[in-house]
């Protein structure tokens, strides 16, 4: 089975470490992990994939609280500039407002740090089977080299 890019965005490269780990021994082991830290450098990297100058991911991860740029910002920029790129976001937070707010602006799902990956993981197990993934599981970007 081809193996899927799951990019995690966050500011706390501990957590990150965490969700590396627990997919490693979890036995997801068609997806590949990639960390990038912040919100600032998930928009240049997603600037990259959008120019086509690199892999763009089967799935985004992002936190919502992180300085500066945070995770509503990148996902509302992903739904305007790569909308076939699927997000979902894994915070703290457990107001009833972000868990709307990232709805409406085009978030796949919405797990809590505080359980320990546990719905996360059963996500990602489940890719297959949802319906925004693409039928190989991957996801399709074409470059926008017009600008």
Known sequence: MKRRLLVH???DPDLAFLLERGLSVSGISNWSFQFIEGGAAALEYLERVKAGDAEAPTLLLLDIKMPKV???????????????IP??????SELIEDRLRARDLGSRGYFSKGNIFTELFEFLRAWDETAFAHRDGTVQVQANREQ
Request: hydrophobic share 45%; net charge negative.
């Open 9 to 11: 965005v966050d500011d």
């Open 70 to 84: 945070n995770g509503f910002d990148v996902l509302q920029w992903v739904n305007q500039n790569l909308p076939g």
């Open 87 to 92: 997000a979902i976001m894994l915070s703290s």
